[in-house]
């Protein structure tokens, strides 16, 4: 098989097998429903044994956050490497297109007000070229109230006439990066000693994120070879979007928590970090894909021969959850917003073609790593639909209903499902615990929660089909008909300001 070949097989690949698992139950309810209920049976016993560590994970990962939180990272680094965090510096390059002026000041002004010193700061906000007309008129001000609040802070204008490039965060920070590599030589900085993490415009990192990059870089006896992933928490806006908002919204959240204490199942998400060095010895980030995040991960992994890892951050970057104009355009917005994350499904090609007779790496670690890629990405998208066809047998079989497996499955099959909720009180529990308080009287506050405590077993649930299981389907049928994304759909942002949560016209 030719490499085009070999690559268009495994674009097909991961919608064929979601399309033919979901299809192939549908049929089998008419036919033959006892098997169907039995193949259900053994997949929510299994999908119970997931939920159960999930959960236990998600308590050891918030355990981990809140001891980490707690520390003062700056004097921790001052301690334990006195001398050698005094030559680091951190690159941040913030990527706009669109984006009101107040969004960047609430970003750059999270940068402003950390821990870190200024002066080990070098910040960049990357505008595109072809956004003529808030860019142009943003880029001077933003100049003039921020560029002595830094070591050095530049503007860049991400050209629009490059070929075989998306319309994307990707190639923007790319040429960034490209720009800032020529001054970090001109000021003749180890690029060992620079690292670089992405924001999107309405990322707020913690006060104490830089230091405890830093000194997770120092402590790192291979910091070439590592990504730094930050905890994602979208509370900028979190008492201002819709319940099912607001839930997709903490379950992204707390899936991240869940990975950081499984590194080896973690990938790159959003806002990350990584050595200037490596970042040039991988050409910087895809200018291809619109999901440049993840694909970082792989692009890192198979040009370091398999020796690329991620290194969790329980300092957060805070971030908006979906907001739109009204309930239709942010529902609308979060589908979108999914569809492009789940167009991660993209790499499993690529890393299939990368894996296949590749002897760098050993066989078995790539393949598990490719294996959990397309497990991952099956899952997501048939999970919520195999568990409700658990009820379709006794729906489409009045004969069924009369057998005895047909009379005692639903209060089986019920009690499965209830067990299942232990992972939605974990959540509900620690979102309680870490989501900032509802502006406004404390028994509002209490009563929104008292409601989400009551709604989320009936929302959750419908949630993870239309925020989950179909974006994910959307994005794999895409791939299998070869029809990429080639434009970034940017999410509409809030701002934050004065403690009040509010939106920007």
């Known amino acids: 098989m030719s490499k085009a070949g070999f690559r268009r097989l495994w ?3 991961p919608g064929l097998t979601t399309w033919l698992t979901l299809i192939s139950l549908a049929v089998l309810t008419f036919i033959n429903p006892p098997v169907v209920t039995l193949i259900i049976l053994v997949y929510a016993i299994y999908w119970l044994i997931r939920v159960v560590i999930m959960a236990f994970f998600l308590i050891y990962g918030y355990i981990r956050y809140k001891q980490e939180i707690a520390i003062d990272w700056l004097a921790r680094l001052d301690h334990d490497f006195s001398s050698e965090w005094q030559e680091l510096y951190h690159l941040v390059i913030i990527p706009s297109y669109k984006e009101d ?3 960047l000041h609430q970003t750059l002004n999270s940068i402003s007000n950390s821990q870190y010193p200024n002066q080990k700061l070098i910040v960049v906000v990357a505008f595109e070229d072809r956004e003529k007309d808030l860019a142009p008129r943003y880029a001077p001000i ?12 530049l503007i860049t204008f991400h050209p629009s006439d490059i070929a075989n490039e998306v319309k994307g965060k990707g190639p923007n920070i790319t040429w960034a ?21 992405t924001l999107d415009a309405d990322n707020r990192v913690d006060a104490k994120y830089f230091a405890n990059v830093s000194w997770s870089y120092l402590h790192d006896d291979d910091p070439f070879h590592k990504s730094f992933q930050p905890l994602p928490m979208y509370f900028n806006n979190i008492w201002k979007v819709p319940l099912p908002v607001k839930m997709t919204a903490l379950g992204s959240s707390f899936w991240q928590m869940i990975t950081a ?5 973690a990938r790159n998400f959003s806002a990350h970090a990584q050595s200037f060095a490596a970042l040039v010895e991988t050409d910087f980030w895809s200018v291809t894909t619109i999901v440049e995040d993840g694909h970082q991960y792989w692009r890192s992994f198979f040009k370091f021969k398999g020796n690329h890892h991620i290194v969790p951050i329980f300092v957060p970057v805070y971030m908006d959850a979906v907001q739109g104009n009204d309930i239709y355009d942010t529902f609308r917005e979060q589908y979108l917003q ?9 790499d499993i090609p690529f890393v299939a073609e990368q894996s296949w007779g590749n002897s760098d790496i050993p066989f078995f670690y790539k393949w598990l790593q490719f294996g959990r890629l397309f497990e991952s990405h099956f899952s997501l998208a048939t999970q919520s639909f ?14 069924f209903r009369q057998t005895v497996l047909g009379y005692n499955f639903p209060n089986v099959y019920r009690h499965f499902l209830l067990a299942a909720w232990t992972g939605l009180i974990a959540t509900m529990a620690i979102s309680a615990s870490i989501v900032p308080p509802r502006p406004g009287k404390k028994s509002i506050y209490y009563l929104s929660l008292l409601k989400e405590w009551i709604l989320a077993p009936v929302i959750l649930p419908i949630s993870s089909i239309f925020f989950a299981a179909i974006p994910a389907i959307d994005s794999q049928t895409r791939l299998m008909f070869n029809k990429p994304f080639t434009v970034f759909n940017v999410t509409k942002k809030t701002a934050v300001a004065g403690g009040v949560l509010r939106v920007d016209a």
């Open 11 to 13: 674009q097909i690949l």
């Open 101 to 103: 002026i107040s969004i």
């Open 142 to 153: 933003l100049t003039r109230e921020y560029e002595h609040s830094f070591s050095k802070f």
């Open 177 to 197: 990066a490209r720009q800032v590599k020529e001054y970090l030589q001109k000021k003749k900085l180890d690029f060992n000693n620079v690292i670089t993490t």
């Open 261 to 265: 204490v499984r590194p080896h199942h």
């Open 338 to 346: 999914r569809r492009r994350w789940f167009w991660g499904v993209s």
């Open 386 to 399: 195999i568990l409700w066809f658990g009820w379709l047998p006794l729906t489409v079989s009045a004969d």
